[in-house]
């Protein structure tokens, strides 16, 4: 069973910056899609950035494209997202997903990236807050 701790929320000022981190644990293959969404009140859920952990195509939402950067430590099974320049727009609780590779190496994650849609993500961490005030 997969299971992803989040780590890294909080509140900030406009322009700040926070780094969210998610570990992970319990895949079958070492490299997998990975990546970070968000839910802002009333709204639903959107991808912001994914990521095939071996070493391929990452995936920006248009909203953080030059802010937002995602990144892996694999020897930590551990994905990062760097927030900068943040903006009140930015507010919600901020999810890490996983979409499990069914190979040891996916040629269309790697050249195509995962994907933003969550649907596509059977994996779910709990969640963190990200606040950004004005």
């Known amino acids: 069973q997969v299971q992803l701790v989040e780590s890294g929320g909080g509140s900030v000022q406009a322009g700040g910056s926070l780094r969210l981190s998610c570990t992970a644990s319990?895949?079958?293959?070492?490299?997998?899609?990975m990546g970070w969404f968000r839910q802002a009140p009333g709204k639903e859920r959107e991808g912001v950035a994914t990521v095939y952990t071996a070493g391929g195509r990452t995936d920006y939402a248009d909203s953080v494209k030059g802010r937002f950067t995602i990144s892996q430590d694999n020897a930590k099974n551990t994905v990062y997202l760097q927030m900068n320049s943040l903006k009140p727009e930015d507010t919600a609780i901020y999810y890490c997903?996983?979409?499990?590779?069914?190979?040891?190496?996916?040629?269309?994650?790697?050249?195509?990236?995962?994907?933003?849609?969550?649907?596509?993500?059977?994996?779910w961490g709990q969640g963190t807050q990200v606040t950004v005030s004005s």
């Open positions: 997903a996983a979409r499990p590779s069914r190979t040891s190496f996916n040629s269309a994650y790697f050249y195509n990236g995962c994907g933003t849609v969550p649907s596509n993500y059977e994996y």
């Open positions: 319990g895949f079958t293959y070492s490299r997998n899609c």
